[in-house]
């Protein structure tokens, strides 16, 4: 097989292996008051500097399209899980920060979604290899460019 060709296959691999984990996970997600979406959106932030992000920096960090983006910010906004506010260093962007209700949800969540993680991904990979997973996933990220913004750089 071709380097190509490898590169293709291991892709692919990788591909299949994500989509297949995150259904399971989907399946078993420990809660009614959020989605696996926005739980991603909580997650993000909650690992952000006082909490807060540029909404068009938090695109970057979920895996969901823009304008499904700002839907699901808006829903989890009525629902008091995080504030939009504009951005004072752009006025036509906006901030989203987790608030206090939001964050102890995601802390709730978080504690039962990790023990599926832990048994669907560490059930079937030893330490050793998911260390190494860590590292070549590491690596598969820092070489891929960054994607181009989707309002042409703005």
């Known amino acids: 097989m071709s380097n190509r060709n490898l590169a293709v296959t291991a ?14 996970l989907a399946a078993t997600f420990p809660s009614r008051e959020i989605s696996l979406n926005e739980y991603d959106v909580l997650f ?16 970057q960090h979920v895996l969901l399209t823009q304008p ?10 009525s629902r008091g899980y995080v504030a939009k506010e504009s ?10 920060t987790l608030t206090d209700a939001g964050y102890e949800l995601f802390r709730r969540v978080a504690v039962a979604h990790m023990g599926s993680i832990a048994e669907r ?14 590292s070549l996933c590491d ?5 891929a460019p960054e994607p ?6 703005r």
């Open 87 to 96: 951005d004072p260093a752009d006025g036509r962007g906006a901030v989203v």
């Open 121 to 134: 991904v560490g059930g079937a990979l030893s330490d050793d290899e998911l260390t190494q997973l860590i």
């Open 44 to 59: 993000n932030l909650s690992r952000q500097p006082e909490r807060r992000i540029r909404l068009r920096d938090l695109n």
């Open 68 to 77: 499904s983006v700002s839907r699901l910010v808006d829903r989890l906004v």
């Open 139 to 143: 690596r598969l990220r820092a070489g």
């Open 11 to 24: 892709w692919e691999s990788l591909f299949r292996a994500q989509v297949s984990v995150m259904r399971c």
């Open 148 to 153: 181009p913004c989707e309002d042409g750089g």
